[in-house]
Structures are given as C-alpha cells and as structure tokens.
C-alpha cells in the first residue's frame, strides 16, 4: 500500500511537467471550418462572431412525401462589398442563392447510421451589389426514408446562414436568415419562418 502511495504521489508531482511541454508546436495546424476572425485584423465585427439562427419555412411540419420549401432574406447593402463571405449548413438538400445565382450547396446523407449536413463557407462579394439584395435558400427532404430495413420518419428541415460584407472604407456588416426571414412552399405566397 506504501508503494501506491508513493508511486500515485510521483504521478500527481510528474503531471504538471508533462502540461508544460504541451505547447503549440506539438499540435497539428488546424485550418478553420469557418472564416477565421482572428486571422484577419480588419475584421471588427462587435457582438457574438456567428449570430444566425435555424430557421425553417412555417409550412414546414414534416408532413409524409417529398418535402421542398424556400426561405428568402432580402436586405441592403450601402455599397458594393470588397470582401464577403456566406457561410452556413442546410439540414436538409439545399442551395444557396444570392441575387438569383447560386453560391453554394449543402448536402444531406446518412452514412454509417449518422445523419451527416455539409457546411460552407464561400466568397461571393461577386454575387452582391449596392442596394436591394436577396439571399434564398431552397431546401427539399423526403420525411420517410428506409434505413436499415425499417421506415424512418424525418422531422421538418431548414437551414443556417449568415453573410458577412466588408465595405470599401474598412466597415464590416452580417446579415443573418432571422427573423426577417420569409419562407414559401410555391414561391408566391410568403410567410413567416
């Protein structure tokens, strides 16, 4: 019993060297999955780094069948951007739209008994313009699936996304889908989210 004490007493003296020579050099470089704020001194964005909220059509209850609905966010921007960045994730198959061009996808699948979103994170200050603009999402899912020989029901699907913009003086910008957010089974009548 003296031996454990003694060697467990070694551990817990030992166990602080071994935190000192975890420094940054033995950790691989770990690229960002998202825009990497504190990489880019410019960027002076104040309050949490990502704001955007899930949102979901307000038709969207998960009903049997194929399933597809729209979300659309308009919003105006003081000039052309120099810089922006649309980064986000559908949970469901969904693209991405600005101004009517299509800037990114995100796809949905189960592998391996997981379901698996694919995130994004694409530069489109080609796709912006001063004024009036629009970012959509068209997102579509099949709420009944077979999966491992049993039927499986999926609930109401949607999406993630949030549009940072860098204008010429320096001045950043986001535009998050929120609550301004209107949403469309047919692309005429529009509602809520």
């Given amino acids: 019993m003296k031996d454990l004490a003694s060697f467990l007493l070694k ?24 825009y990497d704020v504190r990489g880019d001194s410019g960027f002076q964005v104040k ?22 609905f729209l ?5 105006t921007l003081k000039a052309k951007p120099v810089e ?8 469901a198959q969904a693209t991405f739209r600005l101004n009517g061009t299509e800037v990114a996808t995100s796809s949905f699948s189960l592998d391996y008994g997981w379901v698996e979103n694919k995130s994004f994170d694409v530069s489109v200050a080609d796709a912006l313009k001063t004024g009036a603009n629009e970012l959509t999402v068209d997102y579509s899912y ?6 491992g020989g049993a039927l499986r029901h999926n ?23 929120d609550g301004e957010t209107r949403s469309s089974s047919d692309g005429r009548d529009w509602k809520g989210v």
């Avoid at 003296?13 to 998202?34: M, N, Q, T």
């Fill in 11 to 34: 551990c817990l003296l030992l166990l602080p060297i071994g935190f000192a020579r975890a420094d940054d050099s033995v950790w691989p470089s770990v690229v960002p999955e998202y």
């Fill in 47 to 68: 309050g949490p780094y990502f704001r955007g909220g899930f949102i979901s059509a307000a038709d969207d209850v998960g009903a049997v069948g194929t399933n597809r």
């Fill in 71 to 75: 979300l659309r966010r308009t919003f």
């Fill in 84 to 91: 922006a960045h649309l980064q986000g994730i559908g949970d």
């Fill in 142 to 147: 099949w709420s009944e699936i077979r999966w």
């Fill in 155 to 177: 609930f109401a699907g949607g999406a993630v996304a949030e549009l940072a913009v860098r204008y010429p003086d320096g001045a950043w910008e986001r535009i998050s889908l």
